[in-house]
C-alpha cells in the first residue's frame, strides 16, 4: 500500500482497529475496568506493539513520516501559548499566565471569571501513583510545609490550594481563598502572606470577602456551590479555579463566568485561552510535542463540540490514527 493514496500499512491498520476495539469495551465495562485503570498492563502491550508496527513499515520502505504527511497548519502563535507539557506545571509557566490574565481581567471590570487547568500534571494517571506526578505532589507538600502523607491522600484539593496560594502571591493582591473540599484542613498548611484559606461554610466569609481585594473559590461544583460564589455580598471579583466539571457539558462554566484562564485537554489536542487574548486549539503530534491549528478571533467563546471536532477532523486528515493516541502511546 502506498501512502501517497492515504492508505497505511496492514499491520498499523490491525493495531488501531484491535486498539480502538479495546477502547469502546472498556469504557461500556464501567469505570473500574476502564482503559486508564487496564494501561499499566494490558495497555503497555498495544504501545509496544504500535511501535513495532511503525518501526515494521520502516523497512518496507513506509516510513513512520510518510504516514503524515500533510504540511504543517503555518499558524504563528504569537502571544502566551499552552504550556510545555508537563514542564509548565513544574516551572512557574501556569502560574504567571494564570495570574497576567486575572489581573488584565481586573483591570478590564471583569466580576466573576474561571480559571481551568488540571490540577496535576498527568490527572489521568493520578490513582497509579506515576513518577510525575509523586514529584508534583513532593514539591506541593514542601511549597504548603503540611504532612506529605495527608496531602498526597488528598493531592488534588491541596493541589488547587497551593495553585491558588501561589497565583495570590503573583497578583500581589489581598486573596480570601474559599474551599468547598472537607478534606482540605486550612490548620496543617501554609500559603501564601497575600492570602487567606477558609471553608465557604465559614460563619465569617461574608465578612472575610468584604476585607479583600479579591476572591479565589475553589473548585466550586454544584449549582449551588456556583450561586454561593456569586453571591457573596462583596465589590470583590470572584474568580472560580478548577471546577472538577462543568455542568453545562462545555469547556468552562459559561453564564456569567468569563473563561479568562483554560488549559483544557480534549481528544487528541488542548484548548488554550489567557485573557485578553483568543482561544487557541492545539494538536497532539506523533512526536509528543503540540501544534498550534485553530485561533478563534473576536472573543469568541468555542463550544466543547466544535473544539472536539477541529482536532479530531484534523488528526483524521493527517492520517495520524494512533500514531498521537496518549495512551496506546504511553504519553500521558
Not at 2 to 21: C, K, M, N, R, Y
Not at 41 to 59: D, E, V, Y
Request: hydrophobic share 40%; charged share 20%.
Amino acid at each position: 500500500m502506498h501512502s501517497s493514496s492515504g492508505w497505511i500499512s496492514l499491520p498499523l491498520q490491525l493495531g488501531v482497529i484491535l486498539a480502538v476495539t479495546l477502547r469502546g469495551h472498556c469504557h461500556l465495562a464501567g469505570s473500574s475496568n476502564s482503559i486508564q485503570g487496564m494501561r499499566p498492563h494490558s495497555l503497555a502491550f498495544f504501545g509496544n506493539w504500535a511501535t513495532q508496527a511503525q518501526a515494521s513499515t520502516s523497512s518496507t520502505g513506509t516510513s513512520r513520516s510518510t504516514l503524515a504527511t500533510p504540511p504543517p497548519s503555518k499558524l504563528v502563535d504569537k502571544g502566551p501559548s499552552l504550556p510545555k507539557l508537563y514542564g509548565g506545571w513544574f516551572d512557574n509557566t501556569l502560574v504567571n499566565q494564570a495570574s497576567a490574565a486575572i489581573n488584565a481581567a481586573v483591570r478590564d471590570g471583569v466580576k466573576t471569571s474561571e480559571v481551568l487547568f488540571p490540577p496535576l500534571p498527568n490527572m489521568e494517571e493520578r490513582e497509579f501513583g506515576t513518577e510525575l506526578n509523586m514529584n508534583y505532589n513532593k514539591a506541593v507538600a514542601a511549597r504548603l510545609k503540611g504532612p506529605d502523607n495527608i496531602l498526597r491522600r488528598q493531592s488534588v484539593a491541596y493541589a488547587n490550594v497551593d495553585i491558588a496560594s501561589r497565583v495570590a502571591g503573583k497578583t500581589g493582591k489581598r486573596t480570601l481563598i474559599l474551599t468547598y473540599d472537607g478534606a482540605v484542613d486550612p490548620n496543617i498548611i501554609k500559603i501564601s502572606s497575600k492570602a487567606m484559606l477558609t471553608r465557604i461554610n465559614a460563619l465569617d466569609v461574608e465578612a472575610a470577602s468584604r476585607a479583600n481585594d479579591i476572591i479565589f473559590a475553589l473548585s466550586p461544583g454544584t449549582g449551588s456551590q456556583w450561586s454561593k460564589a456569586s453571591g457573596l455580598k462583596t465589590d470583590a471579583p470572584v474568580v472560580a479555579i478548577n471546577a472538577p466539571f462543568s455542568l453545562n457539558y462545555d469547556i468552562a462554566q459559561g453564564g456569567k463566568w468569563e473563561p479568562i484562564y483554560v488549559v483544557k485537554r480534549v481528544t487528541k489536542g488542548w484548548v488554550f485561552r489567557a485573557y485578553p487574548h483568543e482561544f487557541k486549539v492545539y494538536l497532539d503530534t506523533p512526536d509528543g510535542s503540540v501544534e498550534l491549528i485553530k485561533e478563534f478571533r473576536g472573543g469568541v467563546v468555542p463550544k466543547l463540540r466544535e473544539v472536539s471536532s477541529i482536532v479530531r477532523e484534523e488528526s483524521q486528515r493527517r492520517g495520524y490514527a494512533a500514531l498521537n493516541d496518549r495512551y496506546l502511546t504511553q504519553r500521558l
